[in-house]
């Protein structure tokens, strides 16, 4: 699969071919990628895979979940002139692309990792890019919540707009989904919440409920349902999500680990 994704990448920028190689002969070549900004190493993986199809030699520096500083070397090249030009906008993409996210993850991560929660991403990705996006979240530090509809059971507020019994409903999803797959649930009130633990659910999931909504969902559940976990989620922010820590869920989830990333500055330089 990284093969393919590589493979394309790389076909989209090179087009009909490059015409730089149509005017010199290729001579050996070496380069450097330096950062120039601060951030969290991903797409090594990735770019691995290119440089062995291209045969491009490459000493990395840093690995995959490494923090960098302004200024410092991530890896070095040697090629010949042609295909090192021919590769470098689509290893800076992969790396600039994925290094992104993960740096925004990391910083999520380090402000609820002293409560012991999880942090999730979501299926809130681009287009042909979840692979690759939700390996980027991993590499800093988050836990992939599901690749896509057949990973688990999440039964949304627009789907129980067309239950009519949710206890009815679960019971019989048992019968007909994996055993190992979970059923969750998601929650805009108290109520729902406790509907859904009633109904016997796996994970009840606090939608754009506050802090102190989930403080008395957690408590009920502690008192009632302790095997079920708790997922709080919606426009949680790096400015909120201690606070969500705080509450005693078990894990805390955001699409903004990806919609949100802004790019940080990596650049090839010829030696």
């Known amino acids: 699969m990284i093969e393919r994704f590589v493979r394309e990448a790389l076909a989209e920028d090179v087009g009909r071919g490059d015409l730089y190689a149509l005017v010199e002969p290729a001579v050996d070549a070496s380069a450097k990628i330096i950062a120039k900004s601060s951030g969290i190493v991903a797409g090594v993986s990735y770019v691995n895979v290119l440089v062995e199809l291209e045969d491009i030699e490459v000493i990395w520096l840093k690995s995959d979940g490494d923090s960098f500083e302004t200024g410092e070397v991530i890896a070095t090249f040697k090629a010949n002139s042609h295909v090192m030009l021919k590769c470098e906008r689509t290893i800076l993409d992969i790396l600039l692309h994925a290094s992104s996210i993960a740096t925004l993850t990391r910083k999520y991560v380090d402000l609820i990792e002293p409560y012991g929660v999880k942090l999730l991403d979501t299926r809130k ?35 129980l707009k067309t239950i009519k019994n ?99 500055d990596l650049s090839m330089k010829m030696d």
């Open 125 to 159: 990705t681009r287009p042909l890019l979840r692979v690759f996006e939700k390996y980027a979240t991993r590499t800093g530090g988050a836990v992939n919540h599901r690749m896509g509809l057949d990973d688990s059971l999440m039964l949304k507020d627009t789907h």
């Open 166 to 264: 949710l206890h009815d409903y679960i019971n019989q999803a048992r019968n007909k989904i994996p055993f190992t797959a979970k059923i969750e649930v998601e929650a805009e009130t108290f109520e729902i919440a406790k509907e859904a633990m009633q109904a016997e659910c796996d994970i009840v999931m606090c939608d754009n409920m506050t802090p102190e909504q989930i403080i008395e969902v957690v408590k009920y559940k502690d008192e009632n349902y302790p095997h079920v976990l708790l997922e709080a989620s919606g426009n949680i922010s790096l400015q909120t999500i201690e606070l969500y820590a705080k509450t005693g869920v078990d894990a805390i989830s955001s699409g903004s680990l990806i919609h949100q990333a802004n790019w940080i």
